[in-house]
């Protein structure tokens, strides 16, 4: 099974940006799809976003549509999210986690997840 590492999170003024990485071992990370989830203080984790295996098709959630960006760097192990314009309700804190092949919609289909990385936004 294979193991995710989560980094690049921190401190943040609203408005700037920051590039989390999920680095993936223990089993080739171009078989999996690669989810970005996110869970703030007292709220339930949601899905940020996903880019499948094969092809790299990518979502989204709305909220996060035109300031985040998902990609991968299979070579690398190494899967990234991009996010600018970063917001308060940004604020959380960022999972990734895998799945054989293609996204999922329902979070617990992901086997594997790594210990999360914080993103505070604030000013």
């Known amino acids: 099974q294979v193991q995710l590492v989560e980094s690049g999170g921190g401190l943040v003024q609203p408005g700037g940006s920051l590039r989390l990485s999920c680095a993936a071992s223990g089993y080739a990370l171009d078989y999996y799809a690669i989810g970005w989830f996110r869970q703030a203080p007292g709220k339930e984790r949601e899905g940020v976003s996903c880019i499948s295996s094969r092809y790299g098709s990518t979502n989204y959630v709305q909220s996060v549509k035109g300031r985040f960006t998902i990609s991968r760097d299979n070579a690398k192990s190494t899967v990234y999210l991009q996010m600018n314009s970063l917001k308060p309700e940004d604020t959380a804190v960022y999972y990734c986690?895998?799945?054989?092949?293609?996204?999922?919609?329902?979070?617990?289909?992901?086997?594997?997840w790594g210990q999360g990385t914080r993103v505070t936004v604030s000013s």
């Open positions: 986690a895998a799945h054989p092949l293609l996204c999922r919609s329902d979070e617990s289909e992901f086997g594997s």
